[in-house]
T-cell receptor, first 110, second 113 residues
């Protein structure tokens, strides 16, 4: 089983739609969780950290479910500029490395 | 402005040639990482260093070498032993390990010609 698993997509949604991605992780002791955004042929950029209580940044909401070992990212009112690959990132067994999921591709259409 | 700089942006390698990719950061970060990304694929860890003069192999270290003589610099050499080096190479650094996330450089796209 992969340490961090994501649905690769693509998720094709119209502008203005709400879309959600889930990511499952295998290490129950993981403490740090992040969502990164990667545009085509660019480097990944930190979108948001994921806290136990959940957190929101504008149209983006991240949540953590420790019992089921998954994190989610919700994007409301999708914009064309949200089209990208979203990477789920979790710290590893030893707590000193980050493990990246394979990414979920989102395509927002006019 | 603090950041992490990779050079060159594009690099072409002939068969049997060694090439070195540069990664420099002025963020005063202790930890630095090298990843490889193939088209449509996730990131795979090549090497990492959590302190000067020390580095560890990642998941796909064969055919690569690194050094960490200075805190700011973590160059990656792609040797002739790496049989399929064409990929997008990303360098990252981190202040406190696994707490705040990584900062990535803009990457080097290596192509074998």
């Amino acid at each position: 089983r992969k340490e961090v698993e994501q649905d690769p997509g693509p998720f094709n949604v119209p502008e203005g739609a709400t879309v959600a991605f889930n990511c499952t992780y295998s290490n129950s002791a993981s403490q740090s969780f992040f969502w990164y955004r990667q545009d085509c042929r660019k480097e990944p950029k930190l979108l948001m950290s994921v806290y136990s209580s959940g957190n929101e940044d504008g149209r983006f909401t991240a949540q953590l479910n420790r019992a089921s070992q998954y994190i989610s990212l919700l994007i409301r009112d999708s914009k064309l500029s949200d089209s990208a690959t979203y990477l789920c990132v979790v710290n590893d067994n030893a707590g000193n490395m980050l493990t990246f999921g394979g990414g979920t591709r989102l395509m927002v259409k006019p | 402005d603090g950041g992490i700089t990779q050079s060159p942006k594009y690099l072409f390698r002939k068969e049997g040639q060694n090439v070195t990719l540069s990664c420099e950061q002025n963020l005063n970060h202790d930890a630095m990482y090298w990843y490889r990304q193939d088209p449509g694929q996730g990131l795979r860890l090549i090497y990492y260093s959590q302190i000067v003069n020390d580095f560890q192999k990642g998941d796909i270290a064969e055919g690569y070498s690194v050094s960490r003589e200075k805190k700011e610099s973590f160059p990656l050499t792609v040797t002739s032993a790496q049989k399929n080096p064409t990929a997008f190479y990303l360098c990252a650094s981190e202040d406190q390990i696994a707490i705040y996330g990584y900062t990535f450089g803009s990457g080097t796209r290596l192509t074998v010609v």
